[in-house]
Every structure is written in structure tokens, then in C-alpha cells.
Antibody, heavy 120, light 110 residues
């Protein structure tokens, strides 16, 4: 079964660092781009960026460039999003998703989401 | 890069048809055939229901259809069923490896 399994709920304080993960299984992890999306409480989806695990080619949405770091470790089929200085406004559900084989024309498979709460 | 424009809500009775619009610009919706739609039930992850404007993934009922005219894409759900009640998001490629989502539409089955 093709699936993406994300790391668990996180509760952090402003200024702290965080790295959440997304582990793929059931398919060739290096053959599909992985996308990340944010969903703030009660709001819509926002595209954060994508990474190609084979060579770690990474592209960011202008809104997230410099705010997060997307990375991947192909040896363990896992992609990551990292923050170095969390803010309360980073409180959101974060989803990873597998792109289709044609590049990233659609998000075929989604992880279950990781809830991040940043509060003092 | 602004979010694509969707109606905040639509509704219909069981058996009826509803159409959700998604309006962008010639740089995203109008510029490419890479428009996709996602269904999200409360507390759940999104699910792909349409890609490349009008292609249905395996397992998605043929009650779901997609189209595009100019800078506006549409998702039509015919023969509404209770389980179709959810939030729906469009997404379009905007060039240079960037994508943009719509603001989302809440579908209520009356």
C-alpha cells in the first residue's frame, strides 16, 4: 500500500526549532516529488514547496522562502520541514503529499498531517 | 501570488448537481492544463478528486467532472450524496515550479 506517514503532534514555544517528517512507503520514494502544504486553523490550504528526493532539488513558494527549510533523506524515504525560529503564526496543520509522476501536476497521496502548535 | 478565487459555500439537495468555480489568471488557471481539485472532510487529510482539469483518479465516482474555460475552472458534482458534503479546494500550476490553491468551498448537502 502506498502511504505517507507523518510525525506526531508538536507543541513548541516561540523561538524554538522544529523538524517534522513524512515517511513514504509502498513505492519508489526517489521517483516522485514530495509537496508540503500548510493549513492554518479554520483556513484553507497553502502551497509551501516541493522537493525531489532523488537529488534534493527543492522549490519554495515565495511566501515560504526563507521561512522554512524543506529537505529529504532518500536512504530512509523521508522528507522534512524545518523551522529555526518558530512563531505563533506557524501554528497550523502541515501536510505532505506525493506528486504524480509527471512532475507535480497533482497531489495523489496525502499524509495524515502533523499539527504544530506554537504558544508561550 | 494570490489564492485562486472560489465561492465560500455552495449547497444542493441529494440527487441535484452543484458546480464549484475556481477563478485565477492567465498565469495559472488560464495558462496551463494543470488544475486539480481536492476534497477534504472535517478533521481529515485532503483527497484528490480531479486532475489535469478533467481527469478522475481511480476510485472517484463519475458523478465528479471537471472543466475549464479561460481563467476559470469548475468542478461539477452530479447526483449529490450525503458523503459529498466536504470542503473542496482547487489548485493550479503557476509556472516556475510554483502552485497556488483556491480559498476553498464548503459544500453542504441539504
Amino acid at each position: 500500500e502506498v502511504q505517507l506517514v507523518q510525525s506526531g503532534t508538536e507543541v513548541k514555544k516561540p523561538g524554538e526549532s522544529l523538524k517534522i517528517s513524512c515517511k513514504g512507503s509502498g513505492y519508489s520514494f526517489t521517483s516522485h516529488w514530495i509537496a508540503w502544504a500548510r493549513q492554518m486553523p479554520g483556513k484553507g490550504l497553502e502551497w509551501m514547496g516541493i522537493i525531489y528526493p532523488r537529488d534534493s532539488d527543492t522549490r519554495y513558494s515565495p511566501s515560504f522562502q526563507g521561512q522554512v527549510t524543506i529537505s529529504a533523506d532518500k536512504s530512509i524515504s523521508t522528507a522534512y520541514v524545518q523551522w529555526n525560529n518558530l512563531k505563533a503564526s506557524d501554528t497550523a496543520m502541515y501536510y505532505c503529499a506525493r506528486c504524480d509522476t509527471g512532475g507535480c501536476h497533482s497531489l495523489e497521496i496525502w499524509g495524515q498531517g502533523t499539527m504544530v502548535t506554537v504558544s508561550s | 501570488q494570490s489564492a485562486l478565487t472560489q465561492p465560500r459555500s455552495v449547497s444542493g439537495s441529494p440527487g441535484q448537481s452543484v458546480t464549484i468555480s475556481c477563478t485565477g489568471t492567465s498565469s495559472d488557471v488560464g495558462g496551463y492544463t494543470y488544475v486539480s481539485w481536492y476534497q477534504q472532510h472535517p478533521g481529515k487529510a485532503p483527497k484528490l478528486v480531479m486532475y489535469n482539469v478533467n481527469k478522475r483518479p481511480s476510485g472517484v465516482p463519475d458523478r465528479f467532472s471537471g472543466s475549464k474555460s479561460g481563467n476559470t475552472a469548475s468542478l461539477t458534482i452530479s447526483g449529490l450524496q450525503a458523503e459529498d458534503e466536504a470542503d473542496y479546494y482547487c489548485c493550479a500550476y503557476a509556472g516556475s515550479y510554483t502552485w497556488v490553491f483556491g480559498g476553498g468551498t464548503r459544500l453542504t448537502v441539504l
